[in-house]
């Protein structure tokens, strides 16, 4: 999208408790108006988009995991993409879904902040929603260059890198 930005709604839902080092809604907003911006080069409609994100737990996740990939364990994030018009215009992008003590314990794991790997893991949906993905490793290589700029536009260290700053693989499993 060349440097048009329409309007960004995002739908945030907690199904559990909200944590103290959590973002805001302007902040989430911000991130998934990002991403978009970033990942995709067609003209959006001038009344905008909507994103639903939802934070949930890990029965939750691993419920729709087994029901919508026929993967019986939690993960750190799904995307489920609509991609559709809305009666007012607004252009449905879909639903993202992340499960908190997933991103607190990868985070602790990989030696970052739980809002850092937050971050990442919203981007990294919202690309989902936009039609990348990391299946084949020159689409994983495209996706996480974008996620990389992303994330160093936002001030953070390339989500990718482990403490001595080599790429991980971490991408394939996400």
Known sequence: ???VQAPCLVDVG??????DWAPDDQQLQAWVLAAIVAGTDEVLPAQGVEVSLLFTDASDIQRLN????QIDRATNVLSFPAQTLVEDGRMLMGDVVICLSIVEAEAAAQGKLPLVHLTHLVLHGVLHLLGHDHVE?????????????LMASLGYANPYADAAGNNSEESKST
């Open 66 to 69: 087994l029901e919508y990939r």
């Open 1 to 3: 999208m060349s440097g």
């Open 137 to 149: 490793d020159a689409d994983a290589d495209q996706m996480e260059s974008i996620e990389i700029n």
């Open 14 to 19: 907690w199904s559990v408790a909200r944590p």
